[in-house]
Nanobody, 122 residues
Framework: VQLQASGGGLVQAGDSLRLSCVAS????????MGWFRQSPGKERAFVAT????????LYTDSVKGRFTISRDKAKSTVYLQMNSLKPEDTAVYYC????????????????WGQGTLVTVSS
């Protein structure tokens, strides 16, 4: 099982980025998918999750209205569209997969990607 995250980079505040996570070795439609992020000195934190069906999403409060998680089952890919980026969004972003019904805790996820760095300058 491999999750490959990409799309990070250095941007200015207010810019947008789209992160992608390509899954191999698992049937993505059978898993709830999530995005987490980790800043230096901080624990990995929940950002967003999407249900197996793609019909239900959850977001941490700080990104609501700015970030959108989506999935393309045909491409085995999950996306995180990030708009109106802020310096506090700077972190390494990880995608993950879980069989859990809930998906807001990192401990619920069995599979993790390697992370992609997002840096937002002010």
């Amino acid at each position: 099982v491999q999750l490959q995250a990409s799309g990070g980079g250095l941007v200015q505040a207010g810019d947008s980025l789209r992160l992608s996570c390509v899954a191999s070795g698992l049937i993505i439609r059978g898993y709830r998918m999530g995005w987490f992020r980790q800043s230096p000195g901080k624990e990995r934190a929940f950002v967003a999750t999407i249900r197996r069906s793609g019909s239900g999403t959850l977001y941490t409060d700080s990104v609501k209205g700015r970030f959108t998680i989506s999935r393309d089952k045909a491409k085995s890919t999950v996306y995180l569209q990030m708009n109106s980026l802020k310096p506090e969004d700077t972190a390494v972003y990880y995608c993950a997969a879980t069989n859990s019904v809930d998906g807001t805790q990192a401990t619920q996820y069995a599979y993790w990607g390697q992370g992609t760095l997002v840096t937002v300058s002010s």
